[in-house]
């Protein structure tokens, strides 16, 4: 059986620049049970792992009245910088929407 | 006045909109009409540089849909964060623009700008009363004075200043995203909770409504919330999506702080009062003990230029990562041969589009990749020593081996010269806020008088 990923359960995933300090990105999952999987598989150890971040900079929101997980942690390369390869910050969602979750009960 | 309504055209002056969509927040009895001119989104050169990201003739359309309406309707017309970064180069600018389509159209409306630049002598004497926003630390002299613009985020208290003394358009210099649409509302004596709230909701125009291309959006608000339309009569605001950008470029979805206090939404309920128009009730807004105004400022950090090559070999291709630290070795020793720069003395970065170049370290895909482009992105102090640099690199951009290979490829410049001189690179250095009272920071300018 195939894996399953966060993305597939969600409607939409997407990372933006929360002012020029800090990333943003939020897991619009497509329903309830979508939401209590991402709700329970995404936590700081899982961010900092993906996103080379320290785990006490991150911070989590789960928002069950829209099924969103909200992830925001400071941007590790400064904005505009010579490193930076994401100005917006707008492709930094793809390793969290690709992180393997067990399957919703059906 | 028991309600206000606010047009809100585009998330930004200059991105352009069907001019029937604003015909139609008029129709609908629009008070006012509020839009963004800019950000710090697109990067530190903006406000590094004092120019605009749009182009004069887009932003001159926009003024042109919005001073058409708003003159027949006899409404006023407030721009925010003018010229992209807010700059008093910024504001001039979209006042330049401003006053040759208010002459084109033949009308006589009152302009105030208003202006947020600060000086590094200035804010200097404000040190002790300047504090760090997390993740930035403690602010010194020095790196004020290292910033080549430093604007003052301002609240809605300026824009209302502008109003009160007559203005018909205000031309604001770097402002809140929220204060553009707050002020009217509040100076008309809407309460604080749903005016932020709605301020907030409608600062990317049409993004809270199922069809962000059909046009912007109008919120009405009143003693008890707000309600909110899209201008386009085919396209409809949910309560899931009105709630949901809430979360837009937020790094804390529930609370925003403002210049004078923090929206709080804990308690806001989103309720459809139609398939299109949604209605938000139990916002609030809790006064700060303290009135803040955000910092920002950016500095050059050296100059730039960049080098594209691309590579469609699958026997490169197979050995792409051993292929690309073998060039970053071999170009640091060839640099330091030729120019005799150490490695501290400019420094390179080598993007592989089509593999990793986005996410870096951070990629999760593994596997060969069908096509590459090989950018290389050369900082040095100067122009002259970063363009040195990337010719250096010339050669082996087009003829670099792989470890492993004992015949010389070659591969595809996509344009000649290779180089681009990108000119001045910059970065934001300030992330902190000073106390002070609202209007302090501001100058602001009616008809030719200074009002404050």
């Keep these: 059986m195939p894996e399953t990923t966060l993305a597939d359960l969600a409607h939409e995933v997407r990372s933006k620049n929360a002012g020029p300090f800090w990333v943003t990105m939020e897991l619009f999952m497509r329903d309830a049970a979508g939401y209590r999987v991402a709700a329970d598989s995404v936590n700081e150890r899982v961010i900092a792992a993906l996103y080379h971040v320290d785990e006490g900079t991150i911070r989590i929101f789960r928002i069950p009245s829209l099924n969103v997980v909200k992830v925001s942690f400071p941007r590790p390369v400064s904005q505009g910088s010579l490193l ?4 917006h910050a707008g492709q930094h969602h793809v390793p969290l929407a690709r992180v393997v979750v067990p399957a919703p009960p059906a | 006045m028991d309600k206000v309504r606010v047009l809100a055209p585009s998330g930004m002056l200059g991105a352009g909109w069907d001019h029937a969509t604003v015909e139609r927040g008029i129709a609908l009895g629009a008070d006012v009409i509020s839009i963004d001119g800019g950000s710090t989104d697109s990067g530190p050169y903006y406000l590094g540089a004092a120019t605009a990201k749009t182009t004069a003739k887009a932003v001159a359309r926009d003024l042109r849909s919005l001073f058409t309406v708003a003159a027949e309707a006899g409404i006023p017309v407030i721009v925010g964060s003018c010229g992209t970064s807010g700059t008093d180069a910024g504001v001039d600018w979209v006042a330049g623009i401003a006053a040759d389509v208010l002459a ?138 009105v709630a949901a950008h809430m979360l837009y470029e937020t790094a804390n979805p529930h609370q925003m702080r403002e210049p004078d206090g923090t929206l709080d939404v804990r308690e806001a309920e989103y309720t459809a009062v139609d398939d299109r128009i949604v209605r938000v009730t139990g916002s609030q807004f809790h006064v700060a003990d303290q009135y803040t105004i955000k910092l920002e400022g ?91 640099v990337a010719k250096v690199a010339n050669p082996l951009m087009l003829h670099l081996p792989t470890p492993s290979m004992d015949y010389l490829p070659s591969f595809a410049f996509p344009s000649s010269p290779a180089e681009v001189e990108r000119g001045a690179a910059y970065e934001f250095v300030l992330n902190h806020v000073v106390d002070c009272a609202p209007l302090e920071l501001f100058r602001i300018e009616l008809e030719g008088k200074t009002l404050a």
């Design chain 2, 298 to 388: 950016a500095r050059i950090t050296g100059y730039e230029t960049m080098s594209f090559s691309a590579i469609r070999d699958p026997l490169v291709l197979a050995e792409i990562d051993e292929w690309a630290a073998l060039m970053c070795t071999v170009l640091t020793q060839r640099v330091a041969q030729t120019l005799g720069l150490s490695a501290g003395e400019y420094a390179f970065d080598l993007r592989l589009y089509g593999h990793n170049a986005v996410l870096g370290e951070l990629e999760p895909e593994s596997g060969p990749p069908r096509e590459v482009g090989v950018m290389l992105l050369v900082n040095a102090p100067d122009q002259a020593t970063a363009t040195a």
């Design chain 1, 84 to 87: 930076d390869r994401d100005m």
């Design chain 2, 104 to 241: 084109e159209l033949g009308l006589d409306l009152k302009v105030a700008r208003i202006y947020s630049e600060q000086d590094a002598a200035g804010l200097k004497e404000y040190l002790d009363r300047i504090h760090p926003l997390p993740p930035l630390g403690e602010l010194d002299a020095e790196t004020l004075e290292s910033c080549t613009h430093i604007v003052g985020a301002m609240g809605h208290e300026p824009i209302v200043e502008a109003l009160r003394a007559g203005a018909q358009v205000v031309l604001a210099g770097r402002a809140t995203d929220t204060a553009v649409a707050a002020a009217f509302p509040l100076m008309k004596g809407m309460p604080p909770g749903p005016t932020w709230h709605a301020a907030k909701i409608i600062e990317c125009g049409g993004q809270c409504t199922d069809n962000p291309r059909a046009g912007g959006v109008l919120a009405t608000i009143d003693a008890d919330g707000f309600t909110i339309e899209p201008l386009d009569p085919a396209a409809a605001c949910t309560p899931i999506l």
